[in-house]
């Protein structure tokens, strides 16, 4: 799979919370720059964080509106919108710069408009 399908993949499995598929896509020293937070470096962290953030936005869902890719690298950008766990909507926008290796996901880099939810 190239870059842009897997980006494109992660964004589903995302929304669709699946985190299995989504360990799948993960390389096993994958790390997670997350605004706000320590890095997360490996999947296990990562899909914990994962399971913290779907509880805290039980909606919440991304639209890709552009992926560029350069190499092993690619620049997706976003936006979403959903619900907290208190009902109250939520929307922002931003870009999350993915990394690969031998075809899975070695690093996510979150960047985005709205931090002060986090």
Excluded at 48 to 76: D, M, S, W
Aim: hydrophobic share 35%; glycine share 6%; net charge positive.
């Amino acid at each position: 799979m190239n870059a842009e399908k897997i980006s494109a993949e992660f964004f589903t499995c995302f929304n669709k919370r699946d985190l299995e598929r989504l360990r799948a896509l993960l390389d096993e020293n994958a790390h997670l720059y997350f605004p706000k937070t320590q890095p997360l470096l490996s999947p296990n962290r990562i899909l914990k964080f994962l399971h913290v953030l779907f509880h805290r936005y039980p909606e919440l869902c991304f639209t890709v509106h552009r992926t560029i890719v350069q190499g092993n690298r690619a620049a997706v950008h976003w936006t979403n919108r959903g619900k907290n766990r208190r009902g109250e909507p939520y929307e922002n926008e931003g870009m999350s710069l993915l990394e690969f290796a031998e075809g899975k996901i070695s690093l996510i880099s979150d960047f985005f408009k709205d931090t002060g939810k986090f």
